[in-house]
Each structure stands twice: as C-alpha cells, then as structure tokens.
C-alpha cells in the first residue's frame, strides 16, 4: 500500500469536518474523492498531503509515518497558486525546481503537460486551461511517486478538460499514483480506478465505479414524468425514487418494465431508460445532487 489513513478526524470549532475516514491507495492507482461542497474533501486531502495535522488517526506512507522527506516525494495541484508576477511559464517551472534536490527537465515537462505553445508566456496571460496546465507541470518538477489535485479541471471548457484528462491519463500509464478530488461524474468514471464518496466528513461508499454501480443498482434505470401517480404494485415490486422532478424506477428489462406499466395503467409519459451512473449513486446515497 502507498497511503494508508486510518480512521482520521479533523473537527473546526463545533464543526467536524472529517469524522474518520479511511484510505488505502495502492501504488500506481487513481482515487477519487466525490462529494458535495463542504462533505470534508479538501480537508481530507490537505490532511493526506501533511498540509494539516488530523486531530485523531494515523496517515502512513509506503509504510512509514509522514516525515520530512514526504514533500519530496508528493506533487500538489493545488486549486490556486500564488506566483511571482512577471515570471513566464518557464521561469514559474524553474523557481519550483529550485526547491528540490531532484528534478525533471523542463523539456521532459513541456513534454509532458503540452506546455509548447505558452512556454515563453507570462504565466499572468494563461487562459484557465493552460493555467491548469502549468500548475499541473508544477506540482510534477519533483517526479513525485504520488500526486494530489484539487478539483483540476473545476472551471475548464468541455475541450479543456478532455485534453487535461488526457494528460492525467499518461501520467497513470506511467505508473504515477494520484489521488484526486472532483465534483464532475464523469471525470471520476474517466480516470478513477476507485472512487469514494463522500458527505458530512465520511465515506459513505467506496469501490471500483462499475462494482458501486452494480451494487447500489438494478441494470437499467427507467425515468417517467415526476407528476405521475405511480399505484403501490410498482412501489412494491421496483426500488422507485423521485430524482429532479422525475421518477426513476431501477429494473432488469424494459420491456417487462413498460409491460407491467401498461397492466397497471400508468402512462408512459416521459418514459426513458438509461444505465445509472455515479450521479445517480451519489443522489441514492446523499439524498443531494451534485
Ligand atoms: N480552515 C477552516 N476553518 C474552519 N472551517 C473550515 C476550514 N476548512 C474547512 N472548513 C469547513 O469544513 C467543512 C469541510 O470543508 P472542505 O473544504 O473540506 O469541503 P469540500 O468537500 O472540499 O468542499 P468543496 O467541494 O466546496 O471544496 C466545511 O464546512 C468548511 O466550511
């Protein structure tokens, strides 16, 4: 195991935050952290990285406690990051390298995190991509056995993120174990081997996305007009829930589904059937949406 956190705690004032969360990353796996604003992520996080102290648990690393050479060994994107003005891309690159004994080259980042077109920029005229980008490149001058991001891609068009996620995704093939958290689904399905997710400071289920999926659902999730009247006999038989105004209603076949909609008399409005996904999970955990 690379980062193992048992049963950490983090409360401020009358508020807990972290209520004893556990962790265990595998080398070389992506987890992802999902929750709503304030369910304790970033805490989390900041406590996994050694940026807070836990007030209870223990955090190991590759076995050890956390020590002074843990910084050496992590990266951080963090969410927002103060840097000198007037320095361009690779000025930023080479300030940050400085503060570590071994470093990657500029080139192999460039590279890397697809800083080609803006390398010469200041790093005050990025757009929001190529900002992440950069803070990206950053948090990698080290070549860290583990890497944190914060929310990457909160902010970024819909092209932005898919190319961010590409780059994510060759960092994983290269063996980088990364540890990340999100508020976008799809991004969790995209790159996670496991996801956890989480509300009012704890975990509240943790897995493979497709093995969370399998246990939380029926195959298939129907979803019909929210102003129907739906009669007790498919209250009883299907695990019915109201979502964002609609019904959904998990079943194993559709057609059996619209058979026994039809014997029932419920009309059909709004009828459609998809597979569920995270989102749903997270609404049928939570009782929140994301
Ligand atoms: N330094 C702090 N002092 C006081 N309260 C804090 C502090 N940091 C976080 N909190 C509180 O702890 C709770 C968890 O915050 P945290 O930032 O970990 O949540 P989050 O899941 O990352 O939320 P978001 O998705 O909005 O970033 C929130 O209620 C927050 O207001």
């Known amino acids: 195991m690379l980062l193992t956190a048992t049963q950490i705690r983090k409360r401020f004032g009358d508020h807990q935050a972290v209520d004893g969360v556990d962790i265990s990353l595998l080398e070389g796996?992506?987890?992802?952290?999902?929750?709503?604003?304030?369910?304790?992520?970033s805490t989390t996080l900041e406590m996994l990285e050694g940026v807070q102290q836990p007030d209870s648990g223990s955090i190991l690393f590759a076995g050890h406690p956390l020590s002074n050479s843990y910084r050496e060994q992590i990266g951080i994107q963090f969410q927002q990051t103060?840097?000198?003005?007037y320095l361009t891309v690779r000025e930023c690159i080479e300030l940050f390298s400085s503060f570590y004994h071994q470093c990657i080259s500029v080139d192999e980042l460039v590279a890397l995190c697809d800083l080609g077109k803006f390398i010469d920029k200041l790093h005050f005229h990025l757009s929001g991509g190529q900002r992440q980008r950069l803070l990206l490149a950053l948090s990698l001058v080290n070549q860290p056995r583990l890497l944190f991001l914060d929310e990457p891609t909160t902010g970024l068009d819909p092209v932005a993120r898919a190319q961010f996620w590409e780059t994510l995704k060759q960092l994983k093939a290269q063996g980088l174990t990364m540890l990340l958290t999100t508020h976008y689904m799809d991004e969790a399905a995209e790159l996670c081997d496991r996801t956890a997710l989480m509300n009012h400071g704890k975990i509240v289920a943790e897995d493979t996305p497709q093995a969370l999926l399998k246990d939380h659902f029926a195959p298939l999730l129907a979803e019909l007009d929210g102003s129907l009247e739906l009669p007790s006999p498919l209250m009883d038989q299907y695990?019915?829930?109201?979502?964002?105004?609609?019904?959904?209603v998990e079943c194993g076949s559709a057609d059996e589904l619209i058979a026994k909609l039809t014997s029932l008399k419920v009309p059909l409005r709004g009828f459609s059937v998809r597979q569920p996904n995270l989102n749903d999970l997270f609404i049928k955990l939570t009782g929140q949406v994301l």
């Open 29 to 41: 796996q992506c987890l992802g952290l999902l929750g709503p604003n304030g369910a304790g992520k």
């Open 82 to 85: 103060a840097l000198p003005d």
């Open 239 to 248: 695990r019915v829930q109201k979502q964002s105004g609609n019904w959904t």
